[in-house]
Structure formats: C-alpha cells, structure tokens
C-alpha cells in the first residue's frame, strides 16, 4: 500500500485575448478573458474518521466525520478601446489629430514648381518643378515629350542644355561658365532651342554677339511660339506638361492640410481618446463533512462526486447541498460544528478619457465593489446516526460584507441650509412607507400613530427600509416617488478629473507664463462599510412584527451606517510658474461626508472649505558679502560690474569657507509664502430632537513665509515664521493661536 490520500490540490486556467487584432477594421480594440480556479480536498485525521457509532459502525457516513473540501474560481474580463487610433484610420482625420506645422504649408508653396518655371509646360521634365535655376539643363532632358535629344528640350544633341551633358542631367554650371559669346551654347538664350527650357531664367540672360542683354519674355518659349521646333513639337510638350499639372494638383489636393476651421470644427466630434473597462468576479467556497475519498482529479470513485462543476470552480447552491445530503455525501455526525462558507466578490472598473482638444484632459470613471460571505450550519439533525432516518437541516443562515460605488450627490452639496435638506429626509419618510406598504399589499396605518403620523403599519418612522431610501432621495435632489428603494442595485456614478495646460500657449501669455496648469476634479462615494442578517429576521415570516416596541417589520440585512463622502479635489486649483523664475499657485477644496447611523438615529454631516494660495520666488545669483566672505570694490557701480561681465574679465574671488574648491560666491535665494483658511465643522442631526447640534470642527487660518539660501554645496540657510490661529466651533476648547519662528542651519557631511 502506498498510504492513504491526504491532500489533493489542482488549479487550471484558460485565457483568450479576441482576436481584434487581426480585423483591420477593429484592431484599435484590445479585449482579453480569463478563468481560474483551483480546488483542494484534505483529509480528515484518522482518530475523527472511526468514531463510535454503536449499531451503525458499519457505515462509513456515521463513524466518519468527514474530509474537507473547498474551491475558488476569478472569471475577469478586460478591454481597451483606444478611438484615437480608429479616428487615424483616415488620413484626413489623423492629420487633424496631430498638430498643425504650419512650416510644411509654407515649404509645399515654395516648392510649388508650376507657378515659378516655364519647363513644366515646354521643357519636359519629369517633375515640372522650378523653371529659373535649372530650367534648360535638368528640366529639359526628363521623360516628357520634349525632352531627350529634341532640341527645344536642352539635350545631348542640343546646344541648349546647360552644361552639355546627356539629356541635361546635372547642374554643372560651375565648370561651363557662360562666356557671353554669340556661339557659346551656355548662353540658353543664343541658340532658338533653348526658348522652350529657358524663358523664365532671370539668372542667365540672353546676350546678342555685342554682349548686350536681349530682353525676354518671362512667359516660357513654349506658350510665346518662340520655339523652333514646329507646332507638332509644341503640341506635344503642352500635353505633357498639362498632364502632370494635373497630377500635381491631385497631389496637392491630397496632401493638403486642414485649415484651423476644420480644425476648430472636427477635432471635439473626436473628443473621446480612450476608454477602459475591467470586470471581475470572484467564487469561493468550503464544504465540511464530505467523507467520499478523493481518486482521480478530485473526484471519487467513478467520478461522481462532488461532480464536475464543483472541481471547476462552480459555487455549491442550497439545492447542491440537499442533493449531497441525500445521496450520502455528508457525514451523519453530531460533532460537525463547522459551517459551510460561500464567498462572493464583485469589482466594476470603467474609464474614459476624454480630450476636446490638444492640452484638455478629462479623465471619467465609475468603479464598484461588493463582497458578500455567506455562512450555514448544514448536518443532520437526527441524533441515532442511522442512515435510514436523516434529517438534514440548513441552519443559522447567515450573509455579511460591504458595499462601495461611485456616486453623485453634487445637487445638495453647496446648499447651505442644513437644516433644511434634514427636514426633507423627515418628510420623505411617509412616501417611502406607503411605497413599501403597496408592494407588499400593506395599506394599513401604523399601530402607533402620534410617533409614526403618515406611515403605514410595519414601516414605520426609523425603520431601516424606510429611512435608507429617503436619505438617498434627500441628499440626492431625488424624487422620493421614483427613488430606488434598494440600496445594494445603485448604478455605479461618474466621478472626474480634469487638467489644462495649454494657457501659457495662448497669445501673449506665452511670453510671460512658462507654465499654467489649470486642475479639477470631483470624487464621491457611497459606502456600507458592513452588513450583515438581521439575527431576528425569519425568512419564513418575512413580514411578521418581531418588534413589540416600535412595531416594524424586521429588515433581512441590518446595516449599521451608510456613507456617503464627496469632495472637490481641487474645486479650482491653479498652478502658474513665469519665466522670470516666480511661482503663484491657488487652490479651493470642499469637502462633504454625510454618515447616517441606524443605530442611534442621528445624521453626522461634515462640511469643510480650504482656500489656499502660494508663491515663490527664484532670485538667482544673490552675493551676500558678509555671508559668503567676498570682497566689493566701495564705489563700484553697477554699470562697470556689468560691463565687466559682458567682457568676461571679472576677477576671480576666493572661495567661500567650508565650500571647497570650485564654489560659487553667488547663489540662488528662494523666498516662499504660504497661506492657507480651512473652515471644518460637523453637525449632528438626530430624528429624535429637532435641533441640530455641532459637535467638532474649527477655523484655521496659516501663514508660513519663509526664505532658503544655499551659502555653498554643504551649508544652507532658512530663515522661517509660523503662524497659526485656531477658532473652535464648539465651548469644549478655546481659541489658540501659535507662533514659531527663527533660522535653520543645514549642514550636510557627503
């Protein structure tokens, strides 16, 4: 014998990315999903596996107290969607996307050969190009007709090419300079074969056998009938040079850049550069008591149990546990006290990012998480362990966890009536009851009337499934008629941040501003940071009042808080560095957070606002004598220090002590400032009392200024103030204001 089995572990994976890249139509979309999942079964010890169990020793359900078995799977999806790279798939619209070069349409104009040279039309070229520079040599000798060894093109055989190679190849004006001579064929304007290729040449000019200039004309010798070679040569130098006009127009057409019109009106149709999306999911689960052995894969004799879809991952339903119980999976023993275990998790990711245009950046997201642990004690209650008489029970049922989703409450949030906003909770109340009561067939008033005026019997005025929905109604601007009344089904929300830094581009600013950076964002959530089942809840009894003393019903899952938090972070923060070397910087923040107990009923609301402004300043180069030890001329102006500088004749000085060699005796000095007002305060609301009370907070106002210099590489200097000054809101501590002040010497070893 090999022993007995005593742990058994597998885990298996599958992974598929879509196949998006190879459609050339989809490739901008990367989508990827995957499964894990892993499952174990661990044996019992052998004292617990052969119990006493009189006249049923003989079944191995009633002397064994069973193996372990447990199972875990992820199943995750995600995907990325990149628009831009769709938005390229025209070649119009990526040339949109990307930044105007205003240099490419000043260069595609100079280079523009159609308008400047007389060779497009007469001379032959094999790209009509420029006429002046090259016009009876390079133009004259290309592949459209007129070219080659027809004279009118400057070839091999003519005397109009320039430098009198074949076909009017290269520009080789340097080494056949024009002589100025009747017969010499470097003058193009002296032999009439030339008209065509040389007409629009202002830089060689034609000269008669005294060496007088002969006036030209600038149209090209082709269109003014000036060349010699007969109308059928003409004919045919006009075709092929209309022909590549017009290739060159279509060339040009196509090439062309969008204006700033189109700029201005296509590029926020694309204001949507990217989007994300992630969602997992993660099963777990642990079942005492199983006593089949573990064979192959897991599994038992014959494969049959815990069954394929447990091994792979599949989450163990009430019903699989009644299956395994009748088909004897499930020890009969009384000493089973572990509780079997469902475990679930739930994550939702999404973003987009959005750009109307260049240097505005929005980033939107919604997230969502939820977990839930689901507990039971499920074993067979009849104590005579015989196989024949099984009573197996589900008990002590039991779910836990938490909850957090993105949200948006932004409608009450600058609302500065507090106390209003708590009293529109109180009357939404009676709504959310009569909605309850109706879905339930429960119109009946409630039993206490003076306490619960308005509210029907069982949902009455702080009963949880009342208050939740009106609270989310109330602090939502919501129509308390429409509003969820589940908690647990609130769609995810868009939060967002947003970023600009293209202002020190925009006209003059660019001349003073090196950078301006422009934030916004907004975040809010809402939160249960537990829950769990009602110990008083019957399932079977779901609207029988339990409650003797106020009379409601008794909600499945008691939630003991619901949160929600929001916060601009910034509301407006501006961030500016000048090319002078000055900083500024300023921020505003509000803050909300609203937690609503259903223990003691109260409402605790924070609110918090902090301004707060900074600034800098870089002075570079500040010689300080008596600090650095260096030595001015008395009387010396600026002037001659400054033309000493521009000479480059200024006089070394010693370095300074403790500097080393090689220090500077001028250094940069960096004054800084500081100021900053938080206002944080937190009011009680209470269904109990009709006066709101605070409870904490206080008014801070800080100035820091404070002023750095680096002396040399291994002394530095701050010369720094504190000021602080505390108000309290409550009579539980006084004012306090606090001061601090003096210098700081840095010495640095390395």
């Known amino acids: 014998s090999l022993g007995r089995p005593k742990n058994y572990t597998h885990t298996a994976g599958l992974n598929y990315t879509f196949p998006f890249k190879s459609i050339r139509m989809l490739d901008w979309i990367s989508a990827k999903a995957s499964y894990t999942t892993t499952y174990t079964w661990s044996a019992q010890s052998l004292k617990l596996q052969n119990l006493d169990a009189g006249d049923f020793s003989q079944y191995e359900n009633s002397v064994d107290l069973g193996n372990v078995i447990q199972n875990n799977n992820v199943r995750q999806i995600n995907g990325d969607f990149n628009f831009e790279?769709?938005?390229?798939?025209?070649?119009?619209?990526?040339?949109?996307?990307?930044?105007?070069?205003?240099?490419?349409?000043?260069?595609?104009?100079?280079?523009?050969?159609?308008?400047d040279g007389g060779s497009g039309d007469d001379g032959g070229g094999k790209v009509?190009?420029?006429?002046?520079?090259?016009?009876?040599?390079?133009?004259?000798?290309?592949?459209?007709?007129?070219?080659?060894?027809?004279?009118?093109?400057?070839?091999?055989?003519?005397?109009?090419?320039?430098?009198?190679?074949?076909?009017?190849?290269?520009?080789?004006?340097?080494?056949?300079?024009?002589?100025?001579?009747?017969?010499d064929p470097a003058n193009s304007g002296s032999n009439p074969g030339n008209a065509g290729g040389g007409g629009n040449n202002p830089s060689?000019?034609?000269?008669?056998?005294?060496?007088?200039?002969?006036p030209q004309n600038n149209n090209g010798g082709g269109k003014n009938g000036d060349n010699n070679n007969g109308d059928d040569d003409k004919g045919g130098n006009k075709k092929g040079?209309?022909?590549?006009?017009?290739?060159?127009?279509?060339?040009?057409?196509?090439?062309?850049?969008?204006?700033?019109?189109?700029?201005?009106?296509?590029?926020?149709?694309?204001?949507?550069?990217?989007?994300?999306?992630?969602?997992?999911?993660?099963?777990?689960?642990?079942?005492?008591?199983?006593?089949?052995?573990?064979?192959?894969?897991?599994?038992?004799?014959?494969?049959?149990?815990p069954g394929w879809d447990y091994i792979i991952g599949g989450s163990p339903t009430r019903?699989?546990?009644?299956?395994?119980?009748?088909?004897?999976?499930?020890?009969?023993?009384?000493?089973?006290?572990?509780?079997?275990?469902?475990?679930?998790?739930?994550?939702?990711?999404?973003?987009?990012?959005?750009?109307?245009?260049?240097?505005?950046?929005?980033?939107?997201?919604?997230?969502?998480?939820?977990?839930?642990?689901?507990?039971?004690?499920?074993?067979?209650?009849?104590?005579?362990?015989?196989?024949?008489?099984?009573?197996?029970?589900?008990?002590?049922?039991?779910?836990?966890?938490?909850?957090?989703?993105?949200?948006?409450?932004?409608?009450?949030?600058?609302?500065?009536?507090?106390?209003?906003?708590?009293?529109?909770?109180?009357?939404?109340?009676?709504?959310?009851?009569?909605?309850?009561?109706?879905?339930?067939?429960?119109?009946?008033?409630?039993?206490?009337?003076?306490?619960?005026?308005?509210?029907?019997?069982?949902?009455?005025?702080?009963?949880?499934?009342?208050?939740i929905p009106a609270f989310m109604a109330a602090y939502t601007d919501k129509d308390p008629n429409t509003v969820g009344l589940d908690i647990f089904k609130t769609r995810p929300a868009l939060n967002w941040k947003l970023n600009y830094n293209g202002l020190s581009k925009v006209g003059p600013l660019k001349k003073i501003f090196a950078s301006i950076q422009i934030a916004h964002g907004y975040k809010s959530t809402l939160t249960i940071n537990s829950y769990n089942t009602d110990i008083f809840y019957d399932a079977a009894k779901p609207l029988e009042i339990t409650d003797q003393v106020n009379f409601n019903y008794t909600a499945r899952l008691e939630i003991p808080q619901v949160a929600i938090t929001e916060q601009f972070q910034p509301l407006i923060g501006i961030e500016a560095k000048l090319k002078s070397g000055m900083s500024v910087r300023f921020d505003y923040k509000k803050s909300r957070s609203l937690g609503m107990s259903f223990v003691d009923y109260n409402l605790n609301e924070s609110n918090r606002t902090s301004y707060a402004f900074g600034f800098g300043h870089r002075v570079k180069n500040v010689d300080i004598p008596f600090l650095t030890g260096s030595k001015k001329a008395k009387g010396s102006s600026s002037k001659k220090s400054s033309s000493k500088k521009k000479k480059g004749k200024a006089a070394p000085t010693p370095p300074a002590p403790g500097g080393g060699a090689g220090a500077s005796q001028a250094h940069d000095l960096n004054i800084k400032f500081d100021f900053e007002y938080n206002d944080d305060v937190t009011v009680v609301h209470s269904l109990q009392r009709d006066e709101a009370q605070p409870s904490r907070g206080s008014t801070t106002i800080s100035i820091n200024p404070s002023i750095d210099y680096q002396l040399n590489r291994r002394l530095a200097l701050r010369l720094f103030t504190d000021y602080r000054r505390t108000i309290p809101k409550t009579s539980q501590s006084f004012p306090l204001t606090t001061i601090n002040g003096g210098i700081t010497v840095q010495f640095k070893l390395n």
């Open 204 to 214: 060689l000019p034609i000269l008669d056998k005294d060496g007088n200039p002969i």
């Open 85 to 115: 790279g769709l938005y390229n798939k025209s070649k119009y619209l990526s040339k949109i996307n990307k930044p105007s070069s205003p240099n490419k349409n000043k260069n595609n104009r100079n280079n523009n050969g159609g308008d």
């Open 241 to 305: 040079g209309g022909s590549k006009g017009k290739d060159k127009k279509d060339e040009k057409k196509k090439d062309r850049e969008p204006s700033m019109a189109e700029r201005i009106a296509l590029r926020p149709l694309m204001l949507i550069r990217k989007a994300r999306f992630n969602y997992s999911e993660n099963t777990g689960s642990v079942v005492p008591g199983f006593t089949p052995e573990t064979k192959l894969l897991g599994l038992s004799e014959g494969f049959v149990a």
């Open 319 to 467: 019903e699989w546990l009644d299956a395994a119980g009748s088909k004897g999976w499930i020890t009969h023993r009384q000493e089973l006290n572990q509780q079997v275990t469902r475990n679930y998790t739930q994550n939702i990711d999404a973003g987009i990012s959005i750009e109307p245009f260049r240097d505005f950046k929005v980033e939107v997201n919604a997230t969502r998480q939820y977990t839930r642990n689901s507990t039971e004690l499920y074993k067979d209650q009849n104590p005579l362990l015989d196989p024949t008489e099984v009573g197996y029970q589900h008990r002590a049922q039991r779910d836990m966890g938490s909850y957090t989703t993105s949200f948006f409450a932004l409608n009450t949030m600058f609302n500065k009536d507090i106390d209003g906003l708590f009293d529109r909770f109180q009357t939404y109340g009676p709504i959310i009851s009569r909605r309850l009561g109706t879905a339930v067939g429960n119109t009946d008033p409630h039993q206490l009337p003076d306490q619960n005026q308005g509210y029907v019997n069982g949902y009455g005025k702080i009963q949880q499934e009342v208050l």
């Open 128 to 183: 009509p190009g420029r006429g002046g520079r090259n016009s009876g040599g390079d133009d004259g000798g290309g592949k459209a007709p007129g070219g080659g060894k027809n004279p009118g093109g400057g070839g091999a055989d003519s005397p109009g090419g320039l430098s009198g190679a074949p076909g009017g190849g290269k520009d080789k004006r340097s080494q056949t300079p024009p002589s100025g001579k009747p017969g």
